[in-house]
């Protein structure tokens, strides 16, 4: 069955997903033990064997304070990606695709996702730390530009440039006076009914306000 497209997310993209790969793709925020350690082995096998980066370089302490996107195909996880938060911007961090997936049209998906999320909280724009040499597979992806005025930085034995990503803004943007019920809800899924709406109960008679 296919899903709801990401249509603001989507136009971030350079090149639209097609419209079967939602029949095989989805990327869903990780809300569970289960799905951050999907997270984990994806990284691992791209990050710490593929490019030899030091565990701790990889696994720096903010995981635990980011939002998580992780991509499936026919259920089986392939992807993801670490989004972080600050005052004036998202930060896209962590893309990572297992070697069956790349150049295929799940990376767009996952985009797609969490660029959605992103503008639904408000956000007008990003900002990515890119592998150098990765600048041209960016650049042909999505919406973005190099900062001018800021000089590369190595890690890891990489070159790295920052981008900057511009967020369209979405009509259903989160707001401050927003529903209580919307804003409780788990992160990314603000449409659908949370569990603390169905344990509602009626006032009894002759109660009070806290």
Known sequence: MSRPRNK???????RPVPPEAHQTYSADVVRTLDGYHQVSAIRSAVFLTEQNCPYEEEFDGNDLCATHLI?????RPVGTLRIRWFAEFAKLERIALLTSERGRPGLRVLLAAGFEIVSRKGYARMVGQIQARLWPVWSRTFKCRLIEGRAPFWFSGYEYR???????QHPQKLAFDEDPYRIIRPEGA???PGILESSVLPPTKGSKAA
């Open 162 to 168: 920052e981008i900057e990503i511009p967020i369209p």
């Open 71 to 75: 991509l499936r195909t026919n259920g």
């Open 190 to 192: 603000w449409d659908e």
């Open 8 to 14: 603001v997310g989507e136009s971030v993209l350079l």
